[in-house]
T-cell receptor, first 111, second 115 residues
Framework: GENVEQHPSTLSVQEGDSAVIKCTYSDSASNYFPWYKQELGKGPQLIID?????GEKKDQRIAVTLNKTAKHFSLHITETQPEDSAVYFC??????????FGTGTSLTVIP | ETGVTQSPTHLIKTRGQQVTLRCSSQ?????VSWYQQALGQGPQFIFQ???????GRGNFPPRFSGLQFPNYSSELNVNALELDDSALYLCASSLSTRFNTGELFFGEGSRLTVL
C-alpha cells in the first residue's frame, strides 16, 4: 500500500516568518493530496488540497506544491500567526476510499 | 464546525470488553469513514461505509466492525478490547461515489482508553 512520510515532526517559527512542511509518498497512482490542521481536542480540518494534474495551489497565506516525478508535496504557510499553531497532517489518496496520512508536524508560532 | 457529531467523546473500558461508538454524518453526505488515531500518530483507515455497505477496509482485525444506517449515520464496534486499542477514533463523512471518496469532514472524535 501507500506510505506517506512527513517532516519535520516539530517546527517552531517566529510570528511573521514562513513555515514549510514536506511529505513524500510511495505510490505513483496517488492523485489527491489534502492537508489537514488538527487543533488540540478536535478532529482534523481540511485546509488545502491539490490534485495530481496541478503543480501548485494557493489560498491566501497557504500554498501547496506537488512534484509528481519526485513524489513529494509541501505545505507553505507565510506570515505565520499564533493561531496557526497546531498539528498539521498531509495525506495521499488514489481513486478509492482510503486516505493515507503522514505522522504529523507540530507547528508552534512564537509571538 | 463540520456538522459531523460523534458520541461518546470520552470513555474508559477494560480489556476484553466491547465498545460501540456512534457518528452522525453531515447533512447530504452518503459515506462514512472511520479512522484510528493513536497518540502522536496520523489517522489510520479502519473502514468505510457507502450506502449502508462496507466499501473498503484497512489493516484491522475482524473484531472491528461497523454499520451504516439508512440516514447515513454509523456505528463502530470493537470486541475483545486490547490495551493497544486505546486511541482517538475519528469519523469522517463525505459525499462520494463507490470508487472515489470526496472531501473528508471529520468529527471531533471519541477518545477510548482501555485499562
Amino acid at each position: 500500500g501507500e506510505n506517506v512520510e512527513q517532516h519535520p515532526s516539530t517546527l517552531s517559527v517566529q510570528e511573521g516568518d514562513s513555515a514549510v512542511i514536506k511529505c513524500t509518498y510511495s505510490d505513483s497512482a496517488s492523485n489527491y493530496f489534502p492537508w489537514y490542521k488538527q487543533e488540540l481536542g478536535k478532529g482534523p480540518q481540511l485546509i488545502i488540497d491539490i490534485r495530481s494534474n496541478v503543480g501548485e495551489k494557493k489560498d491566501q497565506r497557504i500554498a501547496v506544491t506537488l512534484n509528481k516525478t519526485a513524489k513529494h508535496f509541501s505545505l507553505h504557510i507565510t506570515e505565520t500567526q499564533p493561531e496557526d499553531s497546531a498539528v498539521y497532517f498531509c495525506a495521499a489518496s488514489m481513486a478509492g476510499n482510503q486516505f493515507y496520512f503522514g505522522t504529523g508536524t507540530s507547528l508552534t508560532v512564537i509571538p | 464546525e463540520t456538522g459531523v457529531t460523534q458520541s461518546p467523546t470520552h470513555l474508559i473500558k477494560t480489556r476484553g470488553q466491547q465498545v460501540t461508538l456512534r457518528c452522525s454524518s453531515q447533512s447530504g453526505h452518503n459515506t462514512v469513514s472511520w479512522y484510528q488515531q493513536a497518540l502522536g500518530q496520523g489517522p489510520q483507515f479502519i473502514f468505510q461505509y457507502y450506502r449502508e455497505e462496507e466499501n473498503g477496509r484497512g489493516n484491522f482485525p475482524p473484531r472491528f466492525s461497523g454499520l451504516q444506517f439508512p440516514n447515513y449515520s454509523s456505528e463502530l464496534n470493537v470486541n475483545a478490547l486490547e490495551l493497544d486499542d486505546s486511541a482517538l477514533y475519528l469519523c469522517a463523512s463525505s459525499l462520494s461515489t463507490r470508487f472515489n471518496t470526496g472531501e473528508l469532514f471529520f468529527g471531533e472524535g471519541s477518545r477510548l482508553t482501555v485499562l
